[in-house]
């Protein structure tokens, strides 16, 4: 299994500004991805993280809004940039872990509110 | 392009009242249907992967199975405790994102005492 800890749990924003969340996980992956949670919606990846090489991002979602790091193998960065209230969502980090009973393991996500 | 429905949105149960959840998926080439448990305020829990049409897993009081088309979480005896929303997901052959599964809207489900 993986330990997933993202900060922060939830936060208040203003709107223009950008907010960055922190993943951590207590294992070595190759890949880290970040899910978006919008309210009433169901989850969408925004992006796949490996370290070494530039996030791979889904349709609909740019790097400009969401630019993210991955310094190694058990950490990454997600930005939510120039935030509107549109961005009101929980911002979750994910890591797969491989097997003959595949897993795919989530955070406690972020809570975010912009103002 | 992939798609993952459920069913009920909702679900109300009295303690010890089995019932089923279900999940139909179009998902190309299925690598994998997941489901999560995810309580309010937090990540979804893993709780089991199916890969082939007939397999089943279980889990206390949970056991997941998946057909060509469908996938079903049946409770049985449910709890209190179990209420949450529960997640289906499916993840298709094709594609360069490892981690990218559709997901569907979830049911609540809500076991009363």
């Known amino acids: 299994s993986a330990v997933i800890s993202q900060k922060p749990s939830r936060d208040i924003c203003q709107r223009g500004t950008s907010l960055t969340i922190q993943c951590q996980v207590d294992s070595q992956v190759t890949m880290m991805f970040w899910y978006r949670q919008q309210p009433g919606q169901s989850l969408t990846l925004i992006a796949t993280a490996n370290q070494g090489s530039e996030a791979t991002y889904e349709s609909g979602f740019v790097i400009d809004k969401f630019p993210i790091s991955r310094p190694n193998l058990t950490f990454s960065t997600l930005t939510v940039s120039n935030m509107s209230p549109e961005d009101s969502s929980i911002y979750l980090c994910?890591?797969?872990?491989?097997?003959?009973?595949?897993?795919?393991?989530f955070g406690s996500g972020t809570q975010l509110s912009v103002l | 392009e992939d798609q993952v429905t459920q069913s009920p949105e909702a679900l109300r149960l009295q303690e010890g009242e089995s019932s089923s959840l279900n999940c139909s998926y179009t998902?190309?080439?299925?690598?994998?249907l997941f489901w999560y448990r995810q309580d309010p305020g937090k990540g979804p829990e893993f709780l089991f992967t199916?890969?082939?049409a007939g397999e089943e897993k279980e889990k206390e009081r949970l056991k997941a199975t998946l057909t060509k088309k469908e996938s079903f979480l049946h409770i049985t005896a449910p709890k209190p405790e179990d209420s949450a929303t529960y997640l289906c997901a499916g993840r298709n052959a094709g594609g360069t994102s490892y981690g990218k599964l559709t997901f569907g809207q979830g049911t609540i489900l809500t076991v009363h005492p």
């Open positions: 994910s890591v797969a872990v491989s097997g003959v009973n595949e897993k795919l393991f």
């Open positions: 199916l890969y082939s």
């Open positions: 998902v190309s080439g299925l690598r994998g």
